[in-house]
């Protein structure tokens, strides 16, 4: 690596100076409504158990973390109310335009607090740190002007589903039933797919390119089978969906959001659930994640209402920068 030509690159510096104005933002942002920074630790005994997702394992037997999102919630269950961090995260993944394995993840979370709560703070926040940056609400990604008018518009994942695929998640419940609709779209299936995984290729295909790029979008209620963290409830029609939304800008995945399931009992259920579907789809290739179970202690300590928040903050530098290439919002690659 010639490290004269990376660092002295005027790309990558403007984008570095943008990177240091968001990160600055973030912080008036936040202490200005009242929220406490924290700093959490980088060494872990459970990176987080999403089935999925591949963590970081030395060979101290510690783990980085995916999130910092358990450590938060011990702090949460520690009298804390309103709290925010900035940090880095860690998943052992390929390298993408969009994805590094080691990144940077803005988490804040509110006891007390509504996923609408969220929506409210990440509109101000976006809206917030346009105004700091560029001296406007508007800016443009990838020779698009963005309006960040608020409100954003909110579409419920059943309604995006319907509208651009013709698909009912409420009858579309078994596995046959989704191969059958991929076959119609023309979407690829394998043996191993789950009705989760056909889900996402249905998604990813189909539904994320339509949604509104030149706005800001959440996309709410999702299937129970990806609670994951959130809540499920019944809507008034008695289906039950997964309490949790994420946002787009720029046709970019920015954040993703729960109403935070506090249920000790539940939360380990499910974190079983999830290992014994990692051993079904991968077997020995990936082993199991241990449970924190300093977590479930704090679950079982007691945590109010809460909702929160997971935001790439590097996918927020490449949009205020109006770069396609997250390795341009680094000075250095990891490894």
Not at 72 to 79: D, F, N, S, T, V
Request: charged share 25%; net charge positive.
């Amino acid at each position: 690596m010639n490290f004269k030509k990376r660092i002295q690159d005027p790309r990558r510096q403007k984008n570095m100076r943008i990177r240091t104005l968001i990160e600055t933002g973030i912080r008036e942002f936040f202490l200005q409504e009242s929220f406490i920074e924290v700093r959490t630790p980088l060494l872990v005994k459970s990176p987080g158990m999403e089935p999925h997702i591949r963590p970081f394992k030395l060979l101290s037997g510690a783990y980085l973390p995916t999130s910092p999102e358990f450590a938060m919630k011990k702090l949460l269950a520690g009298g804390l109310e309103k709290i925010f961090q900035i940090c880095p995260a860690f998943r052992n993944e390929p390298i993408s335009p969009i994805h590094h394995p080691e990144f940077t993840i803005l988490e804040w979370y509110r006891t007390h607090a509504s996923l609408q709560d969220i929506m409210k703070d990440v509109e101000n926040l976006i809206y917030f740190l346009s105004n700091k940056i560029l001296g406007t609400s508007e800016m443009t990604y990838k020779k698009e002007k963005l309006n960040l008018t608020l409100p954003w518009p909110k579409f419920k994942i059943i309604d995006l589903f319907q509208t651009h695929v013709g698909i009912n998640l409420i009858r579309c419940k078994t596995l046959k039933q989704m191969q059958q609709e991929c076959k119609r779209l023309d979407v690829t299936v394998s043996k191993k797919d789950s009705w989760d995984d056909l889900y996402f290729k249905i998604w990813l295909d189909h539904i994320e390119p339509k949604l509104p790029s030149g706005r800001g979008v959440f996309v709410y209620d999702f299937p129970p089978t990806q609670s994951a963290l959130s809540i499920a409830e019944k809507d008034q029609d008695g289906n039950l969906w997964a309490k949790r939304f994420e946002f787009y800008l720029g046709g970019l995945e920015l954040g993703n959001a729960f109403q935070e399931l506090t249920d000790p009992v539940e939360q380990k259920r499910r974190f079983i659930n999830d290992m014994k579907l990692r051993k079904k789809t991968y077997g020995s290739q990936f082993p199991p994640n241990p449970i924190d179970e300093k977590f479930i202690s704090a679950l079982k300590e007691g945590i109010p209402q809460t909702a929160g928040i997971a935001v790439g903050v590097d996918r927020l530098v490449m949009l205020f920068a109006d770069e396609v290439d997250i390795d341009y919002t680094l000075w250095l690659p990891s490894m």
